[in-house]
């Protein structure tokens, strides 16, 4: 089975312009999440999506950060514009819904995750 | 609040001697899952093993296994027979809800 699918794998782009990253999670599961990995902050949940829909984007840090779902097998995380403080690791990750008969049935799988340089 | 920390930005373990990486968690919630996961240089996540607050016996994944203590709130990850490819950093993680907590990682070097 095919894991998270992220693209582009690296992006390099100027200040102001705008950066689409592009996630499609496992088939099948009704969890999608965006994290963003920097050496200052660690690892931190932006937002998630419940069945496409967005359930908590507390983590999102501005408003020049959006996130759309729609449909189950894609995802998009856009900033614009980009600054040069957006420079991170960004991931996606899936998971199935929560058995609780099964626990850790909802583990979260990631993708490779897109590096993102914003000159 | 909840929190993940560990201890040891930096390890390093001999070829095919166990490791054993530390986590420790706070948090007032009674029903919660750790996990580990590992991080190549090559950059992507690799879940490695669960625990489940609830759970009795500490989880094993073959090579690895999570040392559970629940009363001391730690969860360290026990790695046997380290192999080269082992080296990696590792996060621990907290799941409250659907939302995972990282720790800052450790990571590991193992030496030929």
């Known amino acids: 089975d095919a894991g998270v699918i992220q693209s582009p794998r690296h992006e390099v782009t100027e200040m102001g312009q705008e950066v689409t990253l592009r996630c499609k999670p496992i088939?099948?599961?009704?969890?999608l999440f965006w994290y963003r990995q920097t050496m200052m902050r660690g690892l931190e949940l932006l937002i998630y999506f419940n069945n496409n829909v967005p359930i908590d984007d507390s983590g999102m840090p501005e408003d020049r950060f959006s996130a759309k779902m729609p449909n189950a097998s894609f995802s998009t995380l856009k900033i614009q514009p980009s600054e040069p403080r957006d420079s991170a690791v960004y991931f996606c990750?899936?998971?199935?819904?929560?058995?609780?008969?099964?626990?850790?049935?909802?583990?979260?799988?990631f993708g490779p995750g897109t590096r993102l340089t914003v000159l | 609040a909840q929190k993940i920390t560990q201890t040891q930005p930096g390890m390093f373990v001999q070829e095919k001697e166990a490791v054993t990486l530390d986590c420790t968690y706070d948090?007032?919630?009674?029903?919660?899952?750790l996990f580990w996961y590992k991080q190549p240089s090559s950059g992507e996540m690799i879940f490695l093993i669960y625990?489940?607050?609830?759970?009795?016996q500490n989880a094993t994944e073959g090579r690895y296994s999570l040392n559970f203590q629940k009363a001391r709130k730690s969860a360290n990850l026990v790695i046997s027979a380290s192999q080269l490819g082992d080296s990696a950093m590792y996060f621990c993680a907290m799941k409250r809800s659907y939302k995972l907590i990282f720790g800052s990682g450790t990571r590991l070097l193992v030496r030929p």
């Open positions: 088939s099948g599961h009704d969890y």
């Open positions: 625990q489940g607050s609830y759970d009795e």
């Open positions: 990750a899936s998971s199935p819904y929560r058995d609780n008969s099964r626990p850790g049935t909802d583990t979260q799988y």
């Open positions: 948090t007032s919630d009674q029903s919660y899952g």
